[in-house]
Nanobody, 115 residues
């Protein structure tokens, strides 16, 4: 079993920055990739950024050039650095880890971008 715990959300003004963290624990092996998703009320969860086991990254068009996904394998932690935040980035952000053992989600962390 794998547990994912997100942190780092909060309230920030437009143009500001936040860094989300996702700490993984448990039986972690044979990871395919780790991703960040976000969801707003009434909408489906959408993928924001992904980092593969080999380190390659993929971003949604809406966040390219502003968000950066990274990892610290020693700490089993993944990060999402979010810069130049916009009100439309407001959402609950979830980390997701997919491995040979299964598909795991964190509990989510709220990000609110507002003046």
């Amino acid at each position: 079993q794998v547990q994912l715990v997100e942190s780092g959300g909060g309230l920030v003004q437009p143009g500001g920055s936040l860094r989300l963290s996702c700490a993984a624990s448990g039986s972690i092996s044979s990871i395919y990739f780790m991703a960040w998703y976000r969801q707003t009320p009434g909408n489906q969860r959408e993928a924001v950024a992904l980092i593969s086991s080999g380190g390659s990254t993929t971003y949604a068009d809406s966040v390219k050039g502003r968000f950066t996904i990274s990892r610290d394998n020693d700490k089993n932690t993944r990060y999402l650095q979010m810069n130049s935040l916009k009100p439309e980035d407001t959402a609950v952000y979830y980390c997701n880890l997919r491995s040979q053992a299964g598909n795991y989600w964190g509990q989510g962390t709220q990000v609110t971008v507002s003046p």
